[in-house]
């Protein structure tokens, strides 16, 4: 099995685990989004992003590897043009200093990526109930669910590759897959306020 389909595998298992805990049936479907829940989502995932992009940034500087370095791209600045859309302070959504924080090791920072980039690909499907939903239709564009259009499925492919080249311990990045979305989960669904998480293959 390769380490991509462990992953794959691992994240699979942990949906269904959060699914059950959370009791996702009793959740309204992603599809029913209004402002509040929008705005809800924004300030969430920036607080996710602005956490996880700090930790891999910072990772990235204690181990210098061009193909990883080149390879990463903040969408802090998606999520802002976002808030500022709605009227909102995009520095007072998510304040916290995470300067120091930074993984063990590349490989659990890899795992982590893995999220990270994935969730790129449910926001896509997300990007296309936000436009037909009729709350929202006075927002002129939703940048960060839009992210990299057409692009996002070529820049996943790519991100495999990174994946399968730079991963030395499995089982580290295989952990942190599962660590880290459940960390999505806690921080956009837990209080039961949210849509369901979004999974794709």
């Not at 924004?42 to 370095?69: A, D, F, R, V």
């Not at 996943?156 to 599962?178: P, S, Y």
Request: glycine share 4%; aromatic share 12%; proline share 3%.
């Amino acid at each position: 099995m390769t380490i991509i389909s462990k992953l794959q595998h691992t994240l699979n298992v942990t949906y269904l685990e959060i699914s059950s805990e959370l009791k996702y049936h009793e959740l309204p479907p992603v599809t029913i989004v209004d402002e509040e829940k929008y705005r809800s989502m924004l300030i969430g995932n920036q607080y996710i992003h602005n956490y996880l992009e700090s930790k891999i940034n910072n990772t990235l500087l204690l181990s210098i590897t061009p193909p990883l370095t080149d390879f990463f791209h903040s969408r802090l600045e998606w999520l802002s043009k976002d808030l500022i859309s709605l009227g909102m302070s995009p520095s007072g959504a998510s304040s916290d200093d995470f300067s120091n924080e930074k993984f063990e090791s590349l490989s659990a920072m890899l795992g982590a990526w893995y999220v990270l980039e994935g969730s790129m690909l449910g926001n896509r499907m997300i990007y296309n109930w936000l436009r037909s939903s009729p709350h929202l239709s006075h927002i002129p564009e939703f940048y960060f669910h839009k992210n990299y259009d057409k692009q996002v499925g070529k820049r996943w492919r790519q991100f495999h590759a990174l994946i399968t080249e730079h991963v030395e311990d499995e089982e580290k990045c295989i952990n942190e897959v599962a660590k880290t979305f459940r960390f999505y989960a806690q921080v956009l669904y837990k209080n039961n306020n949210q849509v369901r998480l979004v999974k794709v293959a």
